[in-house]
Structure formats: structure tokens, C-alpha cells
């Protein structure tokens, strides 16, 4: 009877010995650290699409800035509306901010390109953006430019 090591087996019955696949505990457990990865990181995402975007806004209204200027020198006057500069808006842009070019006729002749934030840009702690004739930039917050 005892001769052999190992030889005696005690009865395995209703006990699964190479289970596979994985159980209800260990899939919660793998869940709740997927959800405090996405606390953590969906934040930061959402912030540094805000950014992007804002930059994205900046760089464009440079750009219209610098074809108004051209205009100027060409036709003695600004573009009168943002499809006459002949840049057009990024998409990304367009559905962020809501865009609005004025001209003033002068004398001096004038314009102001204005960026408000749409629901899209919701948490944008820079707010409005602006920028005239005389390249003059503003934000509603001090260094957003």
C-alpha cells in the first residue's frame, strides 16, 4: 500500500484540475484597473486635444492675419469676409471655435479676427482669442498667446 511514493490518489471528483480561461474575480480586478487608468488619463487626454486645438485656432488666425496684410498691399483694403482671405478653415477649428472677421473701412482701415470657444472647447482655460491689424494678439487670460 505504501510501497510507492505518490502511488495512492485521493478521488478528484467535481474538481476541475486544468481549469482554462479566466474567472468572474479576476476579470472585476482587471476591469477596476483599466477604470482608474481611464480616471487618470481621459483628463489628460482631453486637455492636450484643447490645446491642440487652440494652437491649431492661433496658427490659422496668424495665417489670415498675414493674408489680410497682402489684401491690403493688392486692393488698398481688407478682405471683407473669412472666404474671401481665400485660407480655408480647419475642420478641427470650425467645430471648436466660432469665428468672426470685421473690417473697419477707415481712415485707418481695420480688422479684428475674433475665435470664441464653442461647447467643443468646453474647460478652455484661454477663452476667447483675437487678433487686429497691427498683429496685436488677445486672449481672455494673460500668456495665451
Not at 60 to 84: E, H, N, P, T
Not at 89 to 113: E, I, K, N, R
Amino acid at each position: 500500500m505504501f510501497g510507492r511514493l505518490g502511488a495512492h490518489r485521493w478521488p478528484t471528483r467535481g474538481v476541475r484540475r486544468n481549469a482554462h480561461g479566466i474567472t468572474l474575480i479576476e476579470l472585476m480586478v482587471a476591469l477596476a484597473v483599466v477604470a482608474v487608468l481611464l480616471s487618470v488619463a481621459l483628463p489628460s487626454y482631453r486637455d492636450s486635444v484643447r490645446k491642440s486645438t487652440r494652437a491649431e485656432a492661433q496658427a490659422w488666425m496668424l495665417a489670415v492675419a498675414g493674408r489680410q496684410q497682402q489684401f491690403l498691399v493688392d486692393r488698398r483694403a481688407y478682405a471683407s469676409s473669412i472666404a474671401d482671405v481665400g485660407i480655408a478653415v480647419p475642420a478641427s477649428v470650425a467645430a471648436a471655435y466660432t469665428l468672426d472677421l470685421t473690417v473697419q473701412a477707415g481712415p485707418p482701415p481695420g480688422f479684428s479676427l475674433d475665435a470664441v470657444p464653442k461647447d467643443r472647447q468646453v474647460g478652455e482655460r484661454c477663452g476667447s482669442l483675437a487678433i487686429d491689424q497691427a498683429g496685436v494678439k488677445a486672449a481672455d487670460v494673460e500668456g495665451c498667446w
